[in-house]
């Protein structure tokens, strides 16, 4: 999906901290989440398209959404995974 070289340059755009693919788990559950229409993103909008994936933030607090193969890395798009 993102080769390796280009997800070594990715970086998160509220914090610059680095970026990992996220676990097909994680996907898994963002998508159920996603189906229920109980997802919101940070801005507050909810989320209505189910994600081909996503990149972790290094804290594991936030998820950036890969839709349609293309990462959102925008801060407002964020997905909040760790702040439960």
């Known amino acids: 999906?993102?080769?390796?070289?280009?997800?070594?340059?990715?970086?998160?755009?509220?914090?610059?901290s680095k970026l990992t693919l996220a676990d097909s788990a994680l996907v898994e559950r963002i998508n159920a989440a996603v189906?229920?229409?109980?997802?919101?993103?940070?801005?507050?909008?909810?989320?209505?398209?189910?994600?081909?994936?996503?990149?972790?933030?290094a804290d594991g607090q936030v998820l950036y959404p890969i839709i349609d193969r293309i990462p959102i890395l925008l801060v407002d798009e964020g997905i909040l995974v760790g702040a439960d």
């Open 1 to 16: 999906m993102i080769s390796p070289e280009f997800l070594a340059i990715l970086r998160c755009p509220e914090d610059h």
């Open 35 to 57: 189906a229920g229409k109980e997802l919101k993103n940070r801005a507050g909008q909810a989320v209505e398209k189910p994600l081909d994936g996503g990149l972790l933030r």
